[in-house]
């Protein structure tokens, strides 16, 4: 079956300090890539989609420069929270989307901000 | 520009008992629907999708919805609940192509009693 792995499971960060989390893909090909933040008010923002061989799309809100995104190939994507503030805590979610258009979610990264 | 709405922030049922948790959309375009649920403190689950066919798709765990074009509906529903089905669930929309952004619903909190 798709199962995407993400980690760390959760982090603690010192504000201004940056943390990177990772999310694979397993048995499938993750032509796509998608960041989302849950809030702790249960909300998703989408912060950016990411296409192997592609440019990453930011949505509004959201840059490269406090979010850059790495996706190398078809298995694996990294995010970075850059000089991470109290705002930015709540629960990462990568979701990976193969052929079949699915999007599969890991169990995601929870970010606290001290 | 698509959006979802769940109407029922809560819903509290018995074990055992039907459910039905609502979804609409907006969408004029080619879409596909998907639910999704998420236990307390983790990530999203898929549950099933619907992007053609038969409008009535099965998903897991005994989780069954149906697509109505003209309620723009795409309600989510169990004939006999368990207590281990507590959890919220979530409606989300896309638009077709593995570039696609998915859209969530707020998400409707299912509490099974026992």
């Known amino acids: 079956g798709a199962l995407v792995y993400q980690y760390p499971r959760r982090t603690i960060c010192k504000s201004g300090t940056s943390m990177r989390m990772e999310c694979q893909a397993v048995?499938?090909?993750?032509?796509?890539v998608a960041w989302y933040r849950q809030s702790p008010q249960k909300t998703f923002e989408l912060i950016a989609l990411?296409?192997?061989?592609?440019?990453?799309?930011?949505e509004q809100n959201f840059t490269q420069e406090k979010f850059p995104i790495s996706h190398p190939n078809l298995s694996f994507s990294s995010m970075t929270v850059l000089n991470a503030y109290l705002e930015d805590r709540g629960l990462y979610l990568c979701?990976?989307?193969?052929?079949?258009?699915?999007?599969?979610f890991g169990s995601g990264t929870r970010l606290t901000v001290l | 520009t698509q959006t979802v709405s769940q109407s029922d922030a809560h819903v509290t049922v018995f074990e055992g008992d039907s459910v039905e948790l609502r979804c609409n959309y907006s969408?004029?375009?080619?879409?596909?629907l998907s639910w999704y649920i998420q236990h307390h403190g983790r990530g999203l689950q898929f549950l099933l999708k619907?992007?053609?066919?038969?409008?009535v798709v099965q998903g897991v765990n005994g989780f069954e919805a149906e697509f109505s074009k003209s309620d723009s509906s795409f309600h989510l529903r169990k004939a006999s609940v368990h207590w281990s089905d507590s959890a919220v669930y979530f409606c989300?929309?896309?638009?077709?192509?593995?570039?696609?952004?998915?859209?969530f619903g707020k998400g409707t909190k299912l509490s099974v009693k026992s």
């Open positions: 979701g990976a989307r193969g052929s079949a258009e699915t999007l599969y």
């Open positions: 048995g499938f090909q993750a032509t796509s």
């Open positions: 990411s296409t192997v061989n592609s440019a990453i799309k930011y």
């Open positions: 969408y004029g375009g080619s879409i596909y």
């Open positions: 619907y992007y053609s066919g038969n409008p």
């Open positions: 989300a929309v896309s638009e077709r192509g593995s570039n696609a952004k998915l859209t």
